[in-house]
């Protein structure tokens, strides 16, 4: 170990030979390429005069002046002889130690350049540097290609330089400008344009929904007013009839009140059950029509309730099975007001002609569909040969309805299929 007289302290060791800097601790190395003979020096084989320092190692002598300079003819310059971008070179028909920008996609963000410092004289002891942006710089060893993985889109620029070690300097030769561009999805344009189809598909779809209810409001009040007219015809038809009935035996038994007792009662209990009837078409009109959130009765219990009356005063065990899922449903007036005019006819048609001993009523619901049985054990009859008019108004109101009407019958019972689309 030797001291100069100009701040720093000369190490020779067995991997060659090393100055410190005694003001900044710095450590400067040198090998053959600088010209010293051998790597490994002997321990005591060393020597200081006024300006010159020796050192003895296994091949002989090595002398230098203090301070150490590098007398130099020509600077040193970096040249660039490759650049890759995703591994792919980037211009095959140009110059690359030419290229001084680089305009590259979002996705090439992949980066090699190869470069190294030209200097004929001391081209060995030459060390390639670089930094990104304003990073401290880095000496790129043995000359290996200058790598950067995975850049984020933006701008930087990329410095090279060489280290000369003799005065420790950090020499900056060129630049190179990088421009990554910006995904579309991260640009500012395309939130704005987003935000402002968004704004858009919003006010559509309040808009569209806007007009959707507005249209179901006035489709369901062209089917009100459409059942309120058949309501009206109903009422002008049959109860109309009534009416109209009542009237002239009421003005038959006043003319035979007098005359003819017994036919003005067998009259009067015409007209007796008359009103009642009338009552009870009256009252099916006015609860089809009151349906809502204030009904008290729903199409359940008013089945029920006729069936209780009926025929709790006959022999006949009767059976009724309604689904939750029935009374939940907002049918149409006409389809309450049938499906109860329906039941009513089934159960009267029971009541007079079958001598049944059981009675059964099934009312459910499954997948948007309605199904009504109405089934009893009766003597049964020919369904292609009935006079009345209760069957022939049961397949009617299902048809009125768009509905499947079926029945069943034999010596042992008959079974009433309906079902509607709901």
């Not at 030459?126 to 790598?147: G, M, T």
Request: hydrophobic share 35%; proline share 2%.
């Amino acid at each position: 170990m030797l001291n100069d007289d100009f701040g720093k302290i000369w190490v020779s060791h067995q991997s060659g030979l090393s100055s410190i800097n005694s003001t900044n601790f710095t450590i400067t190395n040198y090998g053959k390429e600088d010209g010293i003979n051998e790597f490994d020096f002997n321990n005591r084989a060393f020597y200081k005069t006024k300006n010159q320092l020796y050192f003895g190692g296994n091949l002989g002598l090595t002398s230098f002046s203090v301070p150490l300079k590098l007398n130099q003819t020509q600077k040193p310059e970096v040249y660039i002889d490759e650049i890759k971008v995703n591994n792919i070179p980037y211009n095959l028909a140009l110059n690359n130690d030419l290229i001084s920008n680089l305009e590259l996609k979002y996705f090439q963000n992949n980066l090699s350049f190869h470069a190294i410092v030209k200097d004929i004289e001391y081209g060995k002891t030459q060390k390639l540097i670089y930094r990104l942006n304003k990073n401290e710089w880095k000496i790129s060893p043995n000359s290996d290609p200058v790598e950067f993985n995975n850049l984020a889109s933006g701008s930087y620029h990329l410095d090279f330089g060489y280290y000369n070690k003799y005065n420790a300097k950090y020499e900056f030769q060129r630049r190179i400008y990088i421009k990554i561009k910006t995904p579309f999805w991260k640009a500012i344009w395309f939130w704005i344009l987003l935000t402002f189809i968004i704004t858009c598909l919003i006010f559509w779809w309040v808009y569209t929904r806007k007009i959707v209810k507005q249209k179901r409001i006035f489709n369901q009040q062209i089917e009100l007013n459409k059942q309120r007219q058949s309501l009206i015809a109903d009422l002008h038809d049959d109860i109309g009839a009534s009416l109209s009935s009542l009237q002239v035996n009421s003005a038959i038994a006043s003319a035979h009140i007098n005359k003819d007792t017994n036919e003005a009662k067998k009259l009067l209990n015409k007209i007796e059950n008359q009103a009642k009837n009338l009552a009870e078409k009256m009252g099916d009109f006015i609860w089809s029509t009151n349906q809502g959130e204030n009904e008290v009765m729903s199409i359940s219990s008013r089945i029920k309730n006729y069936a209780n009356e009926m025929l709790s005063a006959t022999n006949i065990a009767f059976y009724l099975h309604f689904d939750v899922e029935v009374d939940q449903l907002k049918m149409p007036i006409k389809m309450r007001k049938n499906l109860v005019l329906i039941s009513k006819e089934a159960i009267n048609n029971v009541i007079k002609y079958s001598k049944a001993k059981h009675f059964w009523l099934n009312f459910t619901y499954d997948k948007n569909i309605l199904y009504l049985e109405i089934k009893d054990d009766g003597i049964g009859f020919d369904p292609t040969n009935t006079s009345g008019n209760g069957l022939k108004n049961i397949k009617n109101r299902t048809e009125e309805l768009n509905g499947t009407f079926k029945i069943e019958s034999s010596n042992n019972g008959s079974t009433l299929f309906i079902i509607l689309n709901f």
